[in-house]
């Protein structure tokens, strides 16, 4: 269980000067000037990978700073059982009051063949963290974390692991997020056997291969999933708004490595073009 949580904390599922220009391809950028005496870096992760291999670039980037920050402080000896408090629906809202009763009966027997557990064991959970555990079945093998390849190196470098946000934020956007609009991106994904998710999953894979993160903004603004595209500000925009003032806060304190999801780097509102305009350089490590 413990691990199944951590997932589902991940899975809350870019680079040039002018807003205008595209960024270059690459996942590792430096964060310099505006007062820093020292270097920080920001790598873009996949919480969900076959291999998660650590290249040179990233490893030099590591043993140059001296705290490691994630999305989440995934050392919190609390974030289980705060992820557990949070996965549920506010107002004793299930499943059933955010379908029909046939699409009801449809995600009840994909639950069942899928997951082997009755849709009433978990019908009041958040219908995000129900898509979420389909995840792993698209990948096809073992699955592999960034993070968890980074908390590695930084427990070696005896370095303290932090976030940028908390799990009850993270959680929060799913209260904000309509319910009815996440059991519709639900039920979608449930009606084509997950066919969708595949294919869009392969080729995000591809697009984060080639360290393509202007590819992997284009492709989530063009998603079926309405929880990416019509609540892009509440999954995206407004949570890297609010990581800007922490960067900059640990950035002064001492060197230190970013590593969050590749698809908060790119665009206007991503987190390299929010950082170059409070006024820090920005480039890429390649």
């Known amino acids: 269980m413990k691990k199944i949580l951590c997932f589902l904390a991940l899975c809350l599922g870019f680079f040039t000067n002018s807003n205008g220009q595209e960024l270059e391809k690459s996942l590792l950028w430096e964060i310099s000037g505006n007062g820093l005496k020292e270097s920080s ?12 291999s650590l290249d040179e670039d990233v490893q030099k980037a590591m043993k140059a700073t001296k705290l490691l920050v994630l999305e989440l402080d995934m050392d919190d000896p609390s ?43 978990m019908a009041n959970i958040k219908p995000f963290f129900i898509s979420a555990m389909f995840y792993p ?23 303290e692991v ?5 799990v009850e934020d993270q959680l929060n956007v799913f209260d904000e997020i309509p319910y009815k609009d996440q059991a519709a991106d639900l039920l979608r994904s449930v009606k084509d056997n997950l066919a969708y998710d595949k294919e869009s999953f392969v080729k995000m894979l591809q697009l984060y291969d080639n360290e393509d993160i202007e590819g992997m903004d284009v492709m989530m603004k063009e998603d079926k999933n309405l929880s990416t595209t019509k609540h892009r500000d509440k999954m995206l925009d407004n949570r890297n708004k609010n990581w800007i003032p ?21 665009g206007k509102k991503g987190v390299i073009k929010l950082l170059r305009k409070a006024g820090y350089t920005v480039k890429a490590v390649n």
């Open 79 to 121: 974030m289980q059982m705060t992820m557990m408090k949070g996965l549920y629906m506010k107002d004793g809202k299930t499943i059933k009051d955010l379908v029909t009763e046939d699409e009801y009966k449809t995600i009840s027997k994909f639950i069942k063949e899928e997951l082997g557990m009755p849709l009433e064991a």
């Open 162 to 166: 932090l976030g940028l946000e908390t």
């Open 137 to 159: 079945k698209l990948l096809g093998c073992p699955v592999q974390s960034y993070e968890e390849a980074l908390m590695k190196v930084a427990h070696e470098q005896n370095e």
């Open 246 to 266: 922490k960067i900059e806060e640990f950035s002064k304190k001492q060197p230190t490595f970013f590593g969050v999801g590749a698809g908060h780097l790119a």
């Open 41 to 52: 870096y920001l790598y873009g992760t996949i919480h969900m990978t076959c291999d998660a």
